[in-house]
């Protein structure tokens, strides 16, 4: 089993939010990580979480979508 520090993890901090929407940015400023994470309501029973890195990133924003089971 790999350990894991507290160190280690990605702590968020809610940076904005509306009704439909919370923006968290990371607490800890990583070169080249993750910039703002964002969950919105996009319709009812959709989620939609994107994820922003930071331009210096060799990672690309993206989007994933949940629905809810009927």
């Known amino acids: ?4 520090r507290r160190a280690d993890v990605n702590v968020f ?3 904005a939010a509306s009704p439909n929407s919370a ?10 990580g993750i910039e ?3 969950y919105r309501l ?3 029973g959709k989620l939609v979480q994107e994820l922003a890195f930071k331009p210096d ?7 994933t979508s949940y629905s809810r089971e009927k």
Do not use: V
């Open 57 to 63: 990133s060799k990672e690309k924003n993206f989007s």
């Open 42 to 44: 996009d319709s009812e």
């Open 13 to 15: 901090k809610l940076k």
């Open 23 to 32: 923006t968290f940015a990371p607490e800890k400023d990583i070169p080249g």
């Open 36 to 38: 703002s994470m964002t």
């Open 1 to 4: 089993a790999i350990e894991q």
